[in-house]
Nanobody, 117 residues
Framework: QVQLVESGGTLVQPGRSLRLSCAASGFTFSTYTMSWYRQAPGKERELVARISSTGDTTTYAGSVKGRFTISRDNAKRTVYLQMNSLKPEDTAVYYC??????????WGQGTQVTVSS
């Protein structure tokens, strides 16, 4: 049974940091590109960051570049999203996804991040 379980979302003040985690099971994690997406209320889901299967290539949305860092630990079957200098516009539900051939095959249930004073 495939599972992607996100955690770490919470209410945080602007300018603070937060780290999200996504634990994977039920598929060969180390062979998949992993991505973080987010969806804010009333907006479409957008790609935040992507990391290759080996972790040596990363891609970021322009709005988070320089503030967010994606990483992975294949031994722990976990992908992370370190978010620094958070802004109110980062408020969204954050999802991790396992990607193969540029298509998201598996999705997590999402974790809510709210940035507000």
């Amino acid at each position: 049974q495939v599972q992607l379980v996100e955690s770490g979302g919470t209410l945080v003040q602007p300018g603070r940091s937060l780290r999200l985690s996504c634990a994977a099971s039920g598929f060969t994690f180390s062979t998949y590109t992993m991505s973080w997406y987010r969806q804010a209320p009333g907006k479409e889901r957008e790609l935040v960051a992507r990391i290759s299967s080996t972790g040596d290539t990363t891609t970021y949305a322009g709005s988070v570049k320089g503030r967010f860092t994606i990483s992975r630990d294949n031994a722990k079957r976990t992908v992370y999203l370190q978010m620094n200098s958070l802004k109110p516009e980062d408020t969204a539900v954050y999802y991790c996804a396992a990607v193969r051939n540029m298509r998201a095959e598996y999705w997590g249930q999402g974790t809510q991040v709210t940035v507000s004073s």
